[in-house]
Protein backbone atom coordinates (compact mmCIF):
# COMPACT_ATOMS: atom_id res chain seq x y z
CA UNK A 1 0.00 0.00 0.00
CA UNK A 2 1.14 3.24 -0.40
CA UNK A 3 1.44 5.56 2.19
CA UNK A 4 3.26 9.13 3.47
CA UNK A 5 4.16 9.79 6.56
CA UNK A 6 5.14 13.11 8.40
CA UNK A 7 5.70 12.55 11.95
CA UNK A 8 6.25 15.81 12.87
CA UNK A 9 2.56 17.20 13.65
CA UNK A 10 3.40 20.98 14.52
CA UNK A 11 6.83 22.40 14.62
CA UNK A 12 7.20 26.21 15.88
CA UNK A 13 10.39 28.04 15.33
CA UNK A 14 11.76 31.51 15.66
CA UNK A 15 11.98 33.89 13.10
CA UNK A 16 15.45 33.52 10.93
CA UNK A 17 15.65 29.82 11.99
CA UNK A 18 16.41 26.89 9.83
CA UNK A 19 13.52 24.36 10.10
CA UNK A 20 13.44 20.88 8.32
CA UNK A 21 10.15 19.08 7.56
CA UNK A 22 10.62 15.80 7.45
CA UNK A 23 8.82 13.18 5.32
CA UNK A 24 8.83 8.99 4.83
CA UNK A 25 6.64 7.51 1.99
CA UNK A 26 6.27 3.82 0.86
CA UNK A 27 5.20 2.37 -2.46
CA UNK A 28 5.50 -0.71 -4.60
CA UNK A 29 5.90 1.49 -7.94
CA UNK A 30 9.52 1.41 -8.90
CA UNK A 31 8.47 5.06 -10.45
CA UNK A 32 6.83 7.66 -8.73
CA UNK A 33 6.18 11.32 -8.50
CA UNK A 34 6.68 12.89 -4.62
CA UNK A 35 5.22 16.37 -3.89
CA UNK A 36 5.10 19.45 -1.46
CA UNK A 37 2.31 21.68 -0.87
CA UNK A 38 1.92 24.10 1.33
CA UNK A 39 -2.10 25.26 2.92
CA UNK A 40 -2.05 29.09 4.46
CA UNK A 41 -4.46 29.66 6.74
CA UNK A 42 -6.69 31.32 3.99
CA UNK A 43 -7.17 27.62 2.90
CA UNK A 44 -5.53 26.91 -0.54
CA UNK A 45 -2.90 24.23 -1.61
CA UNK A 46 0.07 25.61 -3.17
CA UNK A 47 2.46 23.43 -4.91
CA UNK A 48 5.66 23.68 -4.16
CA UNK A 49 7.68 21.06 -5.68
CA UNK A 50 7.04 17.49 -7.74
CA UNK A 51 10.70 15.21 -8.52
CA UNK A 52 10.32 11.77 -9.79
CA UNK A 53 11.68 8.70 -8.49
CA UNK A 54 14.53 8.87 -11.16
CA UNK A 55 15.60 12.20 -10.09
CA UNK A 56 17.79 11.93 -6.60
CA UNK A 57 19.36 15.74 -7.10
CA UNK A 58 18.86 17.66 -4.42
CA UNK A 59 16.58 20.76 -5.19
CA UNK A 60 17.19 24.24 -4.21
CA UNK A 61 14.58 27.27 -4.60
CA UNK A 62 15.68 30.55 -2.73
CA UNK A 63 15.17 29.92 0.67
CA UNK A 64 13.44 26.66 -0.13
CA UNK A 65 15.55 23.38 -0.87
CA UNK A 66 14.28 19.40 -0.64
CA UNK A 67 16.45 16.36 -0.03
CA UNK A 68 15.43 13.19 -1.48
CA UNK A 69 17.11 9.65 -0.78
CA UNK A 70 15.48 6.93 -2.23
CA UNK A 71 17.53 4.52 -0.14
CA UNK A 72 15.51 5.97 2.86
CA UNK A 73 12.78 6.62 1.19
CA UNK A 74 12.42 10.13 2.04
CA UNK A 75 11.93 13.83 0.51
CA UNK A 76 12.83 16.37 3.32
CA UNK A 77 12.00 19.52 3.03
CA UNK A 78 13.88 22.64 4.31
CA UNK A 79 13.28 26.32 4.88
CA UNK A 80 16.31 28.29 5.20
CA UNK A 81 16.10 31.60 7.33
CA UNK A 82 12.51 31.04 8.46
CA UNK A 83 10.09 34.15 8.01
CA UNK A 84 6.78 34.63 9.46
CA UNK A 85 4.98 34.40 5.94
CA UNK A 86 5.74 30.45 6.22
CA UNK A 87 3.57 30.28 9.09
CA UNK A 88 1.52 27.16 7.35
CA UNK A 89 0.23 23.52 7.26
CA UNK A 90 2.89 21.90 4.94
CA UNK A 91 1.93 18.46 3.10
CA UNK A 92 3.92 15.92 1.59
CA UNK A 93 1.97 13.93 -1.27
CA UNK A 94 2.96 11.01 -3.64
CA UNK A 95 1.37 9.74 -6.53
CA UNK A 96 2.06 6.83 -9.11
CA UNK A 97 4.16 7.32 -12.21
CA UNK A 98 2.08 7.25 -15.86
CA UNK A 99 1.45 3.44 -16.06
CA UNK A 100 1.79 2.39 -12.73
CA UNK A 101 -0.89 1.84 -9.42
CA UNK A 102 -2.59 4.96 -9.23
CA UNK A 103 -2.67 8.87 -10.91
CA UNK A 104 -4.22 10.40 -7.20
CA UNK A 105 -2.18 11.97 -4.83
CA UNK A 106 -1.76 10.07 -1.08
CA UNK A 107 -1.29 13.05 1.20
CA UNK A 108 1.13 12.71 4.70
CA UNK A 109 -1.25 14.30 7.47
CA UNK A 110 0.82 17.36 7.16
CA UNK A 111 3.09 19.34 9.42
CA UNK A 112 2.18 22.79 11.08
CA UNK A 113 4.98 25.32 10.91
CA UNK A 114 4.44 28.51 13.22
CA UNK A 115 7.29 30.65 12.31
CA UNK A 116 7.38 33.70 15.13
CA UNK A 117 8.66 36.92 15.17
CA UNK B 1 -6.06 32.35 -9.96
CA UNK B 2 -5.02 28.62 -10.64
CA UNK B 3 -7.29 27.92 -13.48
CA UNK B 4 -9.81 25.04 -11.61
CA UNK B 5 -12.82 26.61 -10.50
CA UNK B 6 -14.65 25.21 -6.96
CA UNK B 7 -18.37 26.67 -6.88
CA UNK B 8 -19.74 27.74 -4.14
CA UNK B 9 -16.89 28.53 -1.72
CA UNK B 10 -19.13 27.83 1.65
CA UNK B 11 -22.18 26.27 1.82
CA UNK B 12 -23.98 25.93 5.08
CA UNK B 13 -26.74 22.94 5.53
CA UNK B 14 -28.84 20.66 7.23
CA UNK B 15 -28.55 17.46 8.42
CA UNK B 16 -29.97 14.73 5.64
CA UNK B 17 -29.81 17.74 2.89
CA UNK B 18 -27.84 17.44 -0.39
CA UNK B 19 -26.10 19.50 -2.12
CA UNK B 20 -23.80 19.69 -5.01
CA UNK B 21 -20.17 20.92 -5.28
CA UNK B 22 -19.06 22.23 -8.86
CA UNK B 23 -15.50 21.95 -10.23
CA UNK B 24 -14.51 23.38 -13.62
CA UNK B 25 -10.81 22.46 -14.18
CA UNK B 26 -7.94 23.93 -15.55
CA UNK B 27 -8.11 24.42 -19.82
CA UNK B 28 -6.90 20.65 -21.44
CA UNK B 29 -6.64 18.85 -18.38
CA UNK B 30 -9.14 16.06 -18.79
CA UNK B 31 -8.49 14.09 -14.93
CA UNK B 32 -10.71 15.79 -12.39
CA UNK B 33 -9.90 14.06 -8.94
CA UNK B 34 -12.11 15.05 -5.34
CA UNK B 35 -10.57 15.58 -1.89
CA UNK B 36 -12.10 16.08 1.56
CA UNK B 37 -10.36 17.26 3.94
CA UNK B 38 -11.17 17.18 7.23
CA UNK B 39 -9.95 17.72 11.07
CA UNK B 40 -9.91 13.86 11.76
CA UNK B 41 -8.67 12.44 8.48
CA UNK B 42 -6.82 14.88 7.01
CA UNK B 43 -6.64 15.03 3.22
CA UNK B 44 -8.48 12.10 1.41
CA UNK B 45 -8.64 11.36 -2.16
CA UNK B 46 -12.35 10.43 -2.68
CA UNK B 47 -12.67 9.74 -6.71
CA UNK B 48 -10.99 10.72 -9.98
CA UNK B 49 -12.56 11.16 -13.63
CA UNK B 50 -10.63 10.95 -16.82
CA UNK B 51 -12.01 12.20 -19.85
CA UNK B 52 -15.90 11.28 -18.14
CA UNK B 53 -15.10 8.30 -17.18
CA UNK B 54 -14.55 6.86 -13.46
CA UNK B 55 -10.82 6.05 -13.13
CA UNK B 56 -10.22 5.68 -9.52
CA UNK B 57 -11.96 5.37 -6.27
CA UNK B 58 -11.09 6.24 -3.29
CA UNK B 59 -12.83 6.56 0.29
CA UNK B 60 -15.63 7.98 -0.58
CA UNK B 61 -18.73 6.97 0.81
CA UNK B 62 -21.88 5.52 -0.26
CA UNK B 63 -24.30 8.76 0.30
CA UNK B 64 -20.97 10.41 -2.11
CA UNK B 65 -21.56 10.73 -5.92
CA UNK B 66 -19.48 12.22 -8.59
CA UNK B 67 -19.73 12.49 -12.51
CA UNK B 68 -17.77 14.28 -15.36
CA UNK B 69 -19.31 16.12 -18.18
CA UNK B 70 -18.66 16.32 -21.44
CA UNK B 71 -17.50 19.68 -21.27
CA UNK B 72 -15.25 18.21 -18.77
CA UNK B 73 -16.35 19.72 -15.43
CA UNK B 74 -17.54 17.65 -12.67
CA UNK B 75 -19.70 17.50 -9.53
CA UNK B 76 -19.42 16.16 -6.41
CA UNK B 77 -22.85 15.34 -4.90
CA UNK B 78 -23.61 14.75 -0.99
CA UNK B 79 -26.34 13.50 0.58
CA UNK B 80 -28.16 12.23 3.56
CA UNK B 81 -25.39 15.12 5.12
CA UNK B 82 -23.99 14.17 8.62
CA UNK B 83 -22.29 16.57 10.87
CA UNK B 84 -19.09 14.90 10.17
CA UNK B 85 -19.31 15.75 6.43
CA UNK B 86 -18.34 18.99 7.37
CA UNK B 87 -14.85 19.46 5.61
CA UNK B 88 -13.08 21.39 2.91
CA UNK B 89 -13.49 19.96 -0.75
CA UNK B 90 -10.90 20.86 -2.82
CA UNK B 91 -10.83 19.66 -6.85
CA UNK B 92 -7.86 19.40 -8.39
CA UNK B 93 -7.09 18.45 -11.94
CA UNK B 94 -4.29 17.15 -14.77
CA UNK B 95 -3.65 16.82 -18.29
CA UNK B 96 -3.24 12.85 -18.23
CA UNK B 97 -4.36 10.19 -16.18
CA UNK B 98 -1.59 10.49 -13.44
CA UNK B 99 0.39 13.86 -12.30
CA UNK B 100 3.23 13.49 -14.92
CA UNK B 101 2.49 17.17 -16.06
CA UNK B 102 1.38 18.25 -12.32
CA UNK B 103 -1.83 18.89 -10.33
CA UNK B 104 -3.51 21.86 -10.48
CA UNK B 105 -5.86 22.83 -6.97
CA UNK B 106 -9.05 25.01 -6.85
CA UNK B 107 -9.43 26.83 -3.57
CA UNK B 108 -11.82 24.56 -2.52
CA UNK B 109 -15.83 24.39 -0.74
CA UNK B 110 -16.27 24.82 2.86
CA UNK B 111 -19.14 22.64 3.57
CA UNK B 112 -20.79 23.30 7.07
CA UNK B 113 -23.35 20.58 7.92
CA UNK B 114 -25.72 22.07 11.01
Known amino acids: AQKVTQAQTEISVVEKEDVTLDCVYE???????LFWYKQPPSGELVFLIR??????QNEISGRYSWNFQKSTSSFNFTITASQVVDSAVYFC??????????????FGKGTKLSVKP | DSGVTQTPKHLITATGQRVTLRCSPR?????VYWYQQSLDQGLQFLIQ???????AKGNILERFSAQQFPDLHSELNLSSLELGDSALYFC?????????????FGSGTRLTVV
Open chain 2, 92 to 104: ASSVGRHGDYGYT
Open chain 1, 27 to 33: TRDTTYY
Open chain 1, 51 to 56: RNSFDE
Open chain 1, 93 to 106: ALSGYPGGSQGNLI
Open chain 2, 27 to 31: SGDLS
Open chain 2, 49 to 55: YYNGEER
